[in-house]
């Protein structure tokens, strides 16, 4: 059984910088520490840009570098125009650019603007009086107060990290500000057109400038409100506050503010790349497409977490899944944006979810692990859409080991779960050690800590050789480092780190993997993910046995397997694919690719 085959815009098959390019994700806290306090660096990031450019790494997306308290891991900018000393200086940056730039890499830097730091000069300014000038880039509100007199917040909102209220009081003014993350990150008032000159003439344009070649923008669709900040229906009764997400995700002028970022920008500039993050939007296709939609002039692409709740949703609640619904998300997107001539942002990793081997592969044993985690390269390689890597994927790092206890856990999302569900449980069964094996389920499978441990470049060296000799790193560094590492990997033809650079020429080379229409075979399939790509006249046969047992996949008569064919690729190794009369037989976890002319 197939499903049909899709036609596209025109637009959609128009050759770009932006859709081509494999841009690889920096978290820089874990990545190269240069110094040895413990933390990575810019300094650091510069002596491996050797190793991405031969990996097959055209951009990088470098995660917050701004000085900031660091309360939410860089997330809290407390300066746009300086670089928090921990990583290095403006000038480290300079370096990194020119370096990059004389290796024809480009670099995208975040950019967090739905909020700032509560040590942002604009926030320290806004709280000191009502009639501050700044006053209204942020969002005050007077307090509610109950029929017996009690002080109440201006609505039930329900910050992001906790299940605390969205609002903090500020006793200096008598009133309540924003934040729906922590209470240090005071959500930014984008009503007030100050606050959008600001940040597109003192934050964009400034590192643009500086020589950026682009923004990954930080929940974007956060940053257009509904005004009137009307309460959140009561989705759970059992807490006081409620998620806020129809109230402020993808508000009423949020097509509006990123047209106008377009344009006073200058983003329609074909050599910068724009990405947003669009969280909190939960499986509606129709809601996030006009973003991208060139007609629109507003992003290139979008990360979209439909894929990334298959097995859970909220994060930290974990759920089994069937490889049918993970090949139904996937679908929906492929045709979704083919048939409207939008842009898919490829990804399973980034530095807010755990590991992808350890969440859609098989870490049971060393030969599953390093076959489950190529065969993920193998999907990701195929998709149409940009391709994104997070450090570490392409070595297969996996999530923590089990015995790590809470205290190994930076994250304060993590943090707060697992305090607060201690505290609640502690009343709830009146005893002082509760129950909690739900709390570590969630955490062991799907906490954010996974993916921030440190790079695990070498094993004979202590920390991995991601820090000095003798350092202690601000994350505990993975126990099986000494198994899984860059260097061990390198000098391995057969390591995933390999298939990761073959697999990067493969998607280079024939250009159905990036641009083909994408035709779903066989989604009933519990074991094999199969499709094709087809760009003009080159076809791409994709099939990826997800189970850990051999398969037979009988192909579709109407696909067909070809007398010749042009190229394959292939997890294992071998000369030929397993061809038996229009069946191919698939050991376990294997993911074979063939391209021929259609």
């Given at each position: 059984m197939t499903t049909t085959v899709q036609t596209a815009p025109q637009h959609f098959q128009e050759r770009a910088l932006f859709k081509e390019c494999c841009i690889y994700q920096v978290y820089p806290a874990s990545y190269a520490d240069s110094n040895g306090d413990g933390m990575g660096d810019i300094p650091g990031?510069?002596?491996?840009?050797?190793?991405?450019?031969?990996?097959?790494?055209?951009?990088?997306?470098l995660s917050p570098v701004f000085k900031s308290p660091f309360i939410d891991n860089g997330y809290d900018v407390s300066d746009y125009q300086a670089i928090d000393p921990r990583f290095g200086t403006l000038e480290d940056v300079d370096i990194l650019i020119d370096e990059m730039h004389k290796r024809e890499m480009k670099l995208v830097m975040d950019l967090i603007v739905n909020h700032t730091s509560d040590q942002h000069p604009w926030f320290v300014e806004a709280r000191k009086s009502k009639d501050n000038p700044y006053r209204d880039f942020f969002w005050w509100r007077?307090?509610?107060?109950?029929?017996?007199?009690?002080?109440?917040?201006?609505?039930?909102?329900?910050?992001e990290f906790s299940n605390g209220s969205a609002w903090e009081w500020d006793e200096v003014t008598q009133e309540y500000y924003l934040h729906l993350y922590t209470k240090e990150q005071p959500d930014l008032n984008w009503e007030n057109p100050a606050v959008r000159t600001a940040v597109y003439e003192d934050i964009m344009k400034w590192w643009l400038k500086r020589g950026c070649d682009g923004f990954r923008m930080d929940v974007i669709n956060l940053i257009s409100k509904d005004p009137k900040l009307p309460d959140a229906s009561v989705r759970d009764p059992n807490e006081t506050f409620q998620w806020p997400y129809e109230h402020c995700a993808n508000g009423p002028r949020i097509h509006e503010f990123l047209q106008e970022m377009y344009r006073e920008v200058g983003l329609d500039n074909p050599n910068l790349i724009t990405v947003g993050e669009t969280p909190f939007t939960h499986h509606d296709f129709d809601v996030l497409v006009p973003y991208v939609l060139p007609e629109n002039k507003e992003l290139q692409m979008i990360f979209q977490f439909e894929q990334q709740e298959v097995d859970g949703y909220p994060q930290l609640v974990p759920r089994d899944y069937l490889l049918s619904e993970l090949?139904?998300?996937?679908?929906?997107?492929?045709?979704?944006?083919?048939?409207?001539?939008?842009?898919?942002?490829?990804?399973?990793?980034?530095?807010?979810?755990?590991?992808?081997?350890?969440?859609?592969?098989?870490?049971?044993?060393p030969e599953h692990r390093a076959a489950s985690a190529k065969l993920l390269s193998a999907m990701q390689c195929t998709l149409s859409g940009t391709l994104y890597i997070y450090q570490g994927e392409e070595i297969a790092m996996a999530n923590v080991p089990t015995e790590w206890p809470i205290e190994e856990y930076k994250d304060v999302a993590s943090q707060a779960y697992y305090y607060e569900e201690l505290a609640a449980r502690k009343i709830k069964q009146g005893i002082d050690d509760p129950d909690l094996a739900d709390v570590w389920d969630g955490l062991r499978r799907k906490a954010r800590d996974h993916a921030r441990t440190p790079m695990q470049w070498d094993g004979t060296l202590s920390n991995a050789g991601f820090s000095k000799e003798g350092a202690e790193p601000w994350m505990r560094v993975h126990d099986d480092y000494r198994?899984?590492?860059?260097?061990?990997?390198?000098?391995?033809?057969?390591s995933v780190l390999s298939f990761w650079k073959r697999m990067l020429a493969f998607r280079k080379k024939y250009l159905s993997c990036t641009y083909g229409i994408y035709t779903l075979l066989s989604p009933d399939d519990e074991k094999i993910y199969a499709y094709t790509k087809d760009y003009k006249e080159e076809r791409s046969l994709v099939l990826l046995n997800f189970s850990k047992k051999s398969e037979a996949y009988a192909v579709p008569a109407e696909v067909g397997l070809p007398e010749k064919i042009t190229d394959f690729i292939g997890n294992f190794p071998g000369d030929t694919p397993d061809v038996q009369g229009g069946t191919m037989r698939l050991r376990p976890y294997e993911a074979i690719v063939l391209v021929y002319q259609k």
């Open positions: 990031l510069v002596s491996k840009l050797d190793y991405l450019k031969d990996l097959g790494v055209d951009v990088i997306w007077p307090p509610r107060f109950s029929p017996e007199g009690e002080r109440l917040p201006p609505n039930n909102w329900r910050e090949k139904a998300i996937t679908s929906r997107w492929q045709v979704g944006m083919q048939e409207r001539g939008g842009w898919n942002s490829i990804f399973l990793e980034n530095h807010d979810v755990a590991r992808s081997v350890s969440r859609f592969g098989d870490v049971s044993t198994e899984w590492n860059v260097a061990t990997q390198k000098s391995d033809s057969n």
